[in-house]
């Protein structure tokens, strides 16, 4: 990471107790789903797991999902154990964490996508035809 990177990454980090205080984060993956239309952005631990993943990715469609700090980094930051998953309501204090982190995210983008086949079908499909086949 650059400098720059660096200092937003720091600086968004800082700010995570405020939104916390604030009462712009939401937790808990079905809370989250229930409230997409008020969340201006997702944040996913980088230790998510690949099911957890695919999840997010076909169940949050409308905002974007950004991918940064592991579950250990958010307890330490803003004292929430055991968190992957956080959305940040729509806010100043949330626009400015999320300029902050898409200047420094690797996977900031509508959403996390499921691996798409050739033909248009999403691995998960792919893997239950061949199920029901086998059967």
Same mark, same amino acid.
Request: glycine residues 4%; aromatic residues 4%; proline residues 4%.
């Given at each position: 990471? =650059? +400098?720059?990177? +660096? *200092?937003?990454?720091?600086?968004?980090?800082? $700010? $995570? %107790?405020? !939104?916390?205080?604030?009462?712009?984060?939401?937790?808990?993956?079905?809370?989250?789903?229930?409230?997409?239309?008020? $969340?201006?952005?997702?944040?996913?631990? *980088?230790?998510?797991?690949?099911?957890?993943?695919?999840?997010? !990715?076909?169940?949050?469609?409308?905002?974007?999902?950004?991918?940064?700090?592991? =579950? !250990?980094?958010?307890?330490?930051?803003?004292?929430?154990?055991?968190?992957?998953?956080?959305?940040?309501?729509?806010? %100043? $204090?949330?626009?400015?964490?999320?300029?902050?982190?898409?200047? *420094? +995210?690797?996977?900031?983008? %509508? !959403?996390?996508? %499921?691996?798409?086949?050739? +033909?248009?079908?999403?691995?998960?499909?792919?893997? =239950?035809? =061949?199920?029901?086949?086998?059967?």
């Amino acid at each position: 990471m =650059s +400098d720059a990177a +660096d *200092t937003s990454a720091r600086e968004a980090a800082g $700010l $995570l %107790p405020f !939104a916390r205080k604030a009462g712009v984060m939401v937790m808990g993956r079905e809370r989250i789903y229930r409230e997409q239309k008020r $969340l201006l952005f997702v944040m996913v631990c *980088t230790d998510l797991s690949g099911n957890s993943r695919r999840e997010i !990715a076909q169940r949050i469609t409308q905002i974007p999902v950004i991918e940064r700090y592991s =579950s !250990a980094e958010i307890e330490q930051l803003a004292h929430l154990p055991n968190t992957k998953i956080i959305g940040f309501k729509k806010s %100043p $204090l949330s626009q400015r964490i999320f300029s902050l982190l898409k200047s *420094t +995210d690797q996977h900031c983008e %509508p !959403a996390i996508k %499921p691996q798409e086949q050739d +033909d248009g079908r999403t691995a998960d499909t792919e893997e =239950s035809n =061949s199920t029901k086949d086998s059967l």
